[in-house]
């Protein structure tokens, strides 16, 4: 993995040298863990200035849920009391004779930004913007594999739920035997907080979870997913609780599952972030639920939960192979309840057999 990250840093440095910038400062935690193979909290990755530092609070322990560093990286201890990493960096970069040093804008605060110009005061420091996020987009055949293997543990763990008695327990009780069930097999942890919706709270996305409890006839929502290796990956399924669905139920999953179904098949590269969107969104629309839509249908999965492609109706951009995304629907009617379907996907392109679903829970609309 060595090789990896070095041509990752590489496309970094690049980047940079192609904006008239020597170095480049890396403080974003997934974009550090994403060029440096792990990191400790608060550790920030410095880019050209001589070789590449890793500058760290505290030395790397070892915590799975941190990553494995790159054994190739020189890693810089500041110890307790010697201050923030970043400012370290801007005084390594200065000392290197570095005059411009691009940095991570949308990361840093104001104050860390005022700090490290002061211990360097003739470093100018420039907008390294978004070109780390940008090559995280599309991703290789090992970071896919962690992706799959999450969406592995995701449906063990809700196959697992379905298998047990629901009726009177909790929507809180419930998301924390799922996050539970989660790292029994094999998660870092919840890729997200678990969200469990019941009744007239289902079908609603990122509910937190109340003390309500589960009734019969109700819908029952679930939204959760593992993080393994620090990848992260998504599913909603919504059921019928112990009787069979009533007829308004039916059709409103019908409907939802065509709209899931036809954003899955619009996965394929070349095709616009808008274009999977409508696909999704359209029959939801046409059917008159437009106005109470979440404002996006899906988007990216990686390091982060929530990554680009974002899709949307006004977003901008086309899809390329082995960009792994979520589809996501959902409906909900105030006072009844509603249904949420989502699967995490890997763009592949139709000689490739199409997308390729990670998710592979039964949509099928069950009554537990």
Same mark, same amino acid.
């Given at each position: 993995?060595?090789?990896?990250?070095?041509?990752?840093?590489?496309?970094?440095?690049?980047?940079?040298?192609?904006?008239?910038?020597?170095?480049?400062?890396?403080?974003?935690?997934?974009?550090?863990?994403?060029?440096?193979?792990?990191?400790?909290?608060?550790?920030?990755?410095?880019?050209?200035?001589?070789?590449?530092?890793?500058?760290?609070?505290?030395?790397?322990?070892?915590?799975?849920?941190?990553?494995?560093?790159?054994?190739?990286?020189?890693?810089?201890?500041?110890?307790?009391?010697?201050?923030?990493?970043?400012?370290?960096?801007?005084?390594?970069?200065?000392?290197?004779?570095?005059?411009?040093?691009?940095?991570?804008?949308?990361?840093?605060?104001?104050?860390?930004?005022?700090?490290?110009?002061?211990?360097?005061?003739?470093?100018?420091?420039?907008?390294? !913007?978004?070109?780390?996020?940008?090559?995280?987009?599309?991703?290789?055949?090992?970071?896919?594999?962690?992706?799959?293997?999450?969406?592995?543990?995701?449906?063990?763990?809700?196959?697992?739920?379905?298998?047990?008695?629901?009726?009177?327990?909790?929507?809180?009780?419930?998301?924390?035997?799922?996050?539970?069930?989660?790292?029994?097999?094999?998660?870092?942890? &919840?890729?997200?907080?678990?969200?469990?919706?019941?009744? &007239?709270?289902?079908?609603? !996305?990122? *509910?937190?979870?109340?003390?309500?409890?589960?009734?019969?006839?109700?819908?029952?929502?679930?939204?959760?997913?593992?993080?393994?290796?620090?990848?992260?990956?998504?599913?909603?399924?919504?059921?019928?609780?112990?009787?069979?669905?009533?007829?308004?139920?039916?059709?409103?999953?019908?409907?939802?599952?065509?709209?899931?179904?036809?954003?899955?098949?619009?996965?394929?590269?070349?095709?616009?972030?808008?274009?999977?969107?409508?696909?999704?969104?359209?029959?939801?629309?046409?059917? !008159?639920?437009?106005?109470?839509?979440?404002?996006?249908?899906? *988007?990216?999965?990686?390091?982060?939960?929530?990554?680009?492609?974002?899709?949307?109706?006004?977003?901008?951009?086309?899809?390329?192979?082995?960009?792994?995304?979520?589809?996501?629907?959902?409906?909900?009617?105030?006072?009844?309840?509603?249904?949420?379907?989502?699967?995490?996907?890997?763009?592949?392109?139709?000689?490739?057999?199409?997308?390729?679903?990670?998710?592979?829970?039964?949509?099928?609309?069950?009554?537990?």
């Amino acid at each position: 993995m060595s090789e990896v990250y070095a041509v990752r840093r590489g496309l970094v440095r690049d980047r940079c040298a192609a904006v008239g910038s020597a170095a480049a400062l890396v403080s974003r935690p997934a974009n550090v863990r994403y060029l440096a193979g792990g990191a400790p909290p608060g550790a920030v990755l410095l880019l050209g200035a001589g070789e590449d530092v890793l500058l760290c609070p505290r030395a790397p322990g070892g915590d799975p849920a941190h990553g494995r560093t790159d054994e190739s990286l020189r890693v810089s201890v500041l110890g307790s009391g010697r201050g923030d990493a970043a400012v370290a960096a801007a005084s390594l970069a200065a000392t290197h004779g570095t005059e411009c040093l691009a940095v991570e804008e949308h990361d840093l605060t104001v104050a860390r930004h005022r700090a490290m110009t002061t211990a360097a005061p003739r470093l100018r420091l420039g907008d390294l !913007g978004t070109t780390v996020e940008q090559l995280r987009v599309v991703k290789d055949e090992e970071e896919i594999a962690c992706l799959r293997i999450a969406a592995e543990i995701t449906d063990q763990a809700l196959g697992e739920l379905l298998e047990s008695i629901l009726v009177g327990r909790t929507e809180r009780h419930l998301s924390l035997e799922l996050e539970r069930r989660l790292v029994d097999h094999g998660a870092e942890g &919840p890729a997200f907080a678990t969200s469990v919706a019941t009744g &007239p709270n289902s079908g609603q !996305g990122r *509910h937190r979870p109340t003390d309500r409890r589960v009734e019969e006839g109700d819908f029952l929502s679930v939204c959760l997913g593992a993080s393994y290796r620090g990848y992260r990956c998504e599913i909603a399924r919504t059921f019928v609780i112990g009787t069979a669905p009533a007829d308004w139920q039916i059709e409103l999953y019908d409907l939802v599952f065509a709209a899931q179904r036809g954003g899955r098949e619009a996965l394929l590269p070349d095709a616009t972030y808008r274009e999977v969107d409508h696909a999704a969104r359209h029959p939801l629309d046409s059917a !008159g639920h437009g106005e109470g839509l979440m404002p996006r249908t899906g *988007h990216g999965v990686g390091l982060e939960i929530d990554e680009d492609p974002q899709l949307a109706p006004t977003a901008m951009g086309k899809l390329d192979a082995c960009v792994p995304v979520t589809v996501g629907p959902g409906v909900h009617l105030p006072g009844r309840g509603g249904v949420r379907i989502d699967d995490t996907l890997v763009v592949r392109p139709e000689a490739d057999g199409g997308p390729e679903l990670l998710t592979i829970t039964t949509k099928e609309l069950l009554a537990l």
